[in-house]
């Protein structure tokens, strides 16, 4: 029985990835999530909350909600700089930000004196459901 279950499931993944990749399915109904909002960078020493090493040099961001290994495209609107990050850890628990990136990322991302810039985030991960997605201003 969990082998048809199985089966089924792995056959719709690949048609829905099929479908993508011809273009008859856009990236909405595909699940795009989108968020905009403030970024600030951490150097974490320890484990993430998903239990792996804390490396400040890799490109990794906490969020609050959305599934660890999630790869989530950031781009700092001040300059236009876009970095694909690794969702690893939860976070931020300051009020009004989004995710918190690694000090790799926000040197690529142009911020790391600053600390603090306004960011979109956006990913078209198939596993968000619909209560992650929202379209920025």
Known sequence: ???IVLARHLS???????L?????????????????????WYKL??????GERANPNQL???HRSLPFGTLVDVTNLANGKT???????RGPFAKG??????????KELGFVRRGITRVKLSSKAGKI???????CQ
């Open 1 to 3: 029985m969990k082998r």
């Open 12 to 18: 719709r993944v690949a048609l829905a990835g099929a």
């Open 20 to 40: 993508l990749a011809a273009g008859v399915v856009s990236g909405a109904q595909a699940g795009v999530y989108q968020q905009c909002g403030k970024a600030s």
């Open 45 to 50: 020493g320890g484990t993430t909350a998903s």
């Open 60 to 62: 990794t961001a906490a």
């Open 83 to 89: 970095v694909t990050v690794r969702i690893n850890d």
């Open 97 to 106: 930000r989004v995710i918190d990136v690694t000090w790799a990322a926000a």
């Open 129 to 135: 459901s619909s209560e992650y997605k929202q379209i």
